[in-house]
């Protein structure tokens, strides 16, 4: 079983900037694809970006040009930085990673984009 642990959640004024990092156990299976996804009050999770073990980015128009992932593969940690954050950003941000057996959830962390 792979755990994940995020931190970096908070609260940031607009235009601010937050960094999320997501830790991964050590597991005995390889780690493929990390991502984060999103869930803001009444909404359904929306997917935010994902990085692949090669280090390829998918990221959804929400994020692109504001928000950079990337990884440590050593470390097994999957980092999200966002930067000219707005508050429609404000969401409970969880990370996953796959393995090649299923998917794994971090609990989430929540980000509050408010003046």
């Known amino acids: 079983q792979v755990q994940l642990v995020e931190s970096g959640g908070g609260l940031v004024q607009p235009g601010g900037s937050l960094r999320l990092s997501c830790a991964a156990s050590?597991?005995?299976?390889?780690?493929?694809?990390m991502g984060w996804y999103r869930q803001a009050p009444g909404k359904q999770r929306e997917f935010v970006v994902t990085i692949t073990d090669g280090g390829s980015t998918t990221y959804a128009d929400s994020g692109k040009g504001r928000f950079t992932i990337s990884r440590d593969n050593v470390k097994n940690t999957v980092y999200l930085q966002m930067n000219s954050l707005k508050p429609e950003d404000t969401a409970v941000y969880c990370c996953?990673?796959?393995?090649?057996?299923?998917?794994?959830w971090g609990q989430g962390t929540q980000v509050t984009v408010s003046s």
């Open positions: 996953y990673v796959d393995t090649q057996f299923r998917r794994h």
């Open positions: 050590e597991s005995t299976f390889r780690i493929n694809a």
